[in-house]
C-alpha cells in the first residue's frame, strides 16, 4: 500500500472518529442540559426580581442569546434558557440593577459542538468521498486482475531466394519462379510469428525449439511450428490477443493472397481470424529483398494470461 493510500485510509477513519466525538459530545450535551433547570422567560424574569439569580452568563448567537448560570436560592442549583436576541438588551439592564455578575461571551471556551456541527458535513464528505475512491480503485485492481497480464513480442526472419523453389508464405504457397532457401519450407511470415510468440511468452526463440540441424525439420511445414507455439503457450496459460505483421518482398504482390494465410495462421494457432493482421511493403528496389533475393518479415504478438 503506497503513501497515497495510507494517508485516504487515515483520513477516512479520522472523519468516522470525528463523527463519533461528535454523536458523543451531543448526547453529554443534552445530558448537561437535563441536569439543570430550563425556566420559561417570565419564570426567569419573576427569579431576578425576587433577587434569586447569583451569576449569568450569555453566550452569544447569530438570533438568540443562551443563558445560562446559577440560582443564589436554591444555592448551587444551575438553570439555562433561550431568549430573543432583542431581549438581551432588557435583560442584563434588569440582572444589572439586582446587582447579578453578567458575563457576555461569544461561543463557550472548550465546547467546539458547535465548530463540529459547522465542520462535520465538511469531513464526512471528504471521509465518504475518499470511502469511495478506496472501493472504486480496489474493484478497478480487481478487474485488471480478471483481464490478467499483457505481454508482448517481437519477431523477425529473412531467407534468401532461388529458382525453382516454391515460395512459401503465411502457409500457402503463391505462384512465383523464386522461393526460400531454408531447412524447413522457409516461411519468414509463419517463422516470425512463431518468434514472436515465443518471445512474448518467455520461451526463447525458434532455433531453440526447432533446430535446423535436426533432420525431422527438414523440408517441415511451417505451420506445425505455429501449433507447436500454441501449445507450449496453453501449457503456460496464455491466450493470444493480436498479431501483427509485415511481410517484405519485391515480388509478387501478397494482398490478394492475405485472406487465405490469415485463414491458414489463425487456424493453426486457434484463434479467429480477426486476431491475425497482416501487411505488405516492398524494399523500394534497397539491398537484397529490394533486388528479389531475399524475402523478409516483422511481427508482434500480443498475449493475455488467462
Ligand atoms: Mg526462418
Redo the contacts with the bound molecule.
Keep these: 500500500m503506497n503513501s497515497s493510500s495510507n494517508t485516504k485510509t487515515l483520513l477516512f477513519w479520522l472523519s468516522l472518529v470525528f463523527l463519533g466525538i461528535l454523536l458523543w459530545k451531543l448526547v453529554s450535551a443534552n445530558g448537561d442540559r437535563a441536569r439543570g433547570d430550563e425556566p420559561s422567560y417570565s419564570e426567569f424574569i419573576a427569579k431576578v426580581d425576587a433577587g434569586d439569580i447569583k451569576e449569568v452568563v450569555f453566550y452569544l448567537s447569530p438570533n438568540s442569546y443562551e443563558v445560562q448560570g446559577e440560582y443564589a436560592r436554591p444555592a448551587n442549583r444551575k438553570f439555562h434558557l433561550t431568549v430573543p436576541k432583542e431581549a438581551a438588551p432588557t435583560l442584563m439592564g434588569q440582572l444589572r440593577e439586582k446587582g447579578v455578575p453578567i458575563k457576555v461571551t461569544g461561543i463557550r471556551s472548550g465546547d467546539w459542538v458547535p465548530i463540529l456541527l459547522n465542520a462535520a458535513p465538511l469531513i464526512l464528505l471528504v471521509g465518504f468521498c475518499l470511502f469511495l475512491m478506496r472501493q472504486m480503485q480496489s474493484r478497478g485492481r480487481a478487474a485488471l486482475g480478471r483481464l490478467g497480464t499483457t505481454r508482448s513480442g517481437i519477431g523477425y526472419?529473412?531467407?534468401r531466394l532461388e529458382e525453382g523453389r516454391p515460395l512459401i508464405v503465411g502457409g500457402i504457397e503463391l505462384p512465383f519462379h523464386k522461393g526460400p532457401v531454408?531447412h524447413?519450407d522457409?516461411?519468414?511470415l509463419a517463422?516470425a510469428v512463431c518468434d514472436a510468440l515465443l518471445g512474448a511468452a518467455g520461451l526463447g526463440d525458434?532455433g531453440t525449439h526447432f533446430p535446423d540441424s535436426d533432420p525431422k525439420w527438414k523440408g517441415a511445414n511451417s505451420l506445425l511450428f505455429l501449433e507447436h507455439a500454441k501449445k507450449l503457450l496453453e501449457e503456460k496459460k496464455l491466450a493470444i490477443e493480436h498479431v501483427d505483421a509485415v511481410v517484405i518482398l519485391e515480388k509478387p504482390k501478397l494482398g490478394p493472397h492475405f485472406p487465405k494465410m490469415r485463414e491458414a495462421l489463425a487456424k493453426s494457432l486457434g484463434v479467429p481470424v480477426e486476431k491475425i493482421h497482416l501487411k505488405a511493403k516492398t524494399n523500394e528496389g534497397v539491398d537484397a529483398v529490394g533486388r528479389g533475393e531475399a524475402i523478409a518479415a516483422h511481427a508482434v504478438a500480443t498475449l493475455v494470461s488467462r
Design positions: 526472419d529473412l531467407h531454408g524447413s522457409g516461411d519468414v517463422h525458434i
